[in-house]
């Protein structure tokens, strides 16, 4: 089933090239059909990229969903045309009375700021806190799951020595789980970050469980037990080329940096990486649907509350 979002957003052109199901809302209202309803707070610079990036990983259920983009009034984005702001993403402030199956927050470039440094923090603060009664299921992306991790539950971050920087292998701790159903026990994701979380801050918070990690990355997954809130460390929605993209903007500003580890063939820039990890990412966001949203959330969306929700079974 496809996604449905506006009729004119740049995404839908680039994903009805790649054969990815996309229905406009004048289709969808004709349809008898409870979809699901998606918010996405996307706090990324290349916003339009990441529109992309972010609806064909949604999109690739059996699942009809219907997506809301947010932004944070309280930050000026410098690198999105304000047309395209103001055509196809609402201020907090507009939704905040609406509840949603789901909501997306993204990464941002601001890790090595302290939290509280963050112009939009107080708004996202107040995003999180409202999510706990109006969305049934939040999953968190790279910076937006270390800021989830660190407001729920007290986990801070901490500086690398060096930027976490290309394509990792990964290890799926329990093939049980519903958001690692379908996994193979060791995968590839891509990072992005200069610094990260303990997992053993992960490990001794209860109400969380520790999913998968990266003998070189770290943590990369983890969720509340009850399956509200997912926290992935990497960007697993990256393109082919989106490392590529920021190890060329870096170099050609002279930004120390890397050859992004296991990413070039032969870690030599001038040959075009192989896309090892599209499959992985499809998956994660498809049990995320599945198994922490649709089969858990309330078919009244009125109904719910900010009761807990009873663990996700195996």
Same mark, same amino acid.
Request: hydrophobic share 40%; no cysteine; aromatic share 4%.
């Given at each position: 089933m496809p996604v449905?979002? !506006?009729?004119?957003l740049p995404a839908a052109r680039q994903l009805e090239d790649e054969n990815i199901f996309v229905m406009t809302k004048e289709r969808a209202y004709h349809q008898d059909i409870r979809e699901l309803r998606i918010a996405v707070l996307n706090l990324m610079p290349t916003k339009i990229v990441t529109e992309t990036q972010i609806l064909r990983l949604l999109a690739n259920t059996p699942l009809q969903t219907d997506i809301r983009f947010i932004r944070m009034a309280t930050h000026d984005a410098k690198n999105t045309p304000t047309e395209h702001l103001d055509a196809f993403y609402e201020p907090l402030d507009e939704v905040l009375h609406e509840?949603?199956?789901?909501? #997306?927050?993204?990464? =941002? !470039? #601001?890790?090595t700021l302290e939290f509280e440094e963050v112009d939009y923090w107080p708004e996202l603060v107040r995003l999180m806190d409202w999510s706990t009664t109006n969305v049934w299921s939040t999953m968190h992306i790279c910076w937006g799951a270390q800021a989830g991790l660190y407001h729920h539950y007290g986990i801070g971050k901490r500086p690398l020595a060096s930027k976490m920087f290309g394509l990792f292998h990964h290890d799926a701790l329990d093939l049980r789980e519903p958001l690692l159903r379908g996994f193979d026990e060791v995968f590839l =994701? !891509?990072?992005s970050r200069h610094t990260e979380v303990s997992s053993e801050d992960v490990r001794r918070e209860r109400a969380l469980k520790l999913l998968a990690t990266s003998p070189e990355a770290g943590v990369y997954l983890a969720a509340s037990r009850d399956g509200r809130r997912v926290f992935v460390t990497g960007h697993p929605e990256y393109d082919r080329l989106t490392l590529k993209a920021e190890y060329d903007r870096d170099t050609g500003n002279g930004v120390p940096i890397g050859i992004p580890a296991n990413y070039f063939p032969g870690d030599d820039p001038s040959r075009p990486p192989v896309m090892t990890w599209r499959a992985h990412a499809h998956l994660l966001y498809a049990n995320w649907l599945n198994y922490c949203v649709y089969q858990e959330t309330p078919y009244d969306l009125g109904a719910l509350g900010g009761g807990q929700a009873q663990e996700i079974l195996v």
């Open positions: 449905r979002i !506006p009729d004119d509840k949603f199956d789901g909501l #997306v927050i993204t990464g =941002a !470039p #601001v890790e =994701a !891509p990072h």
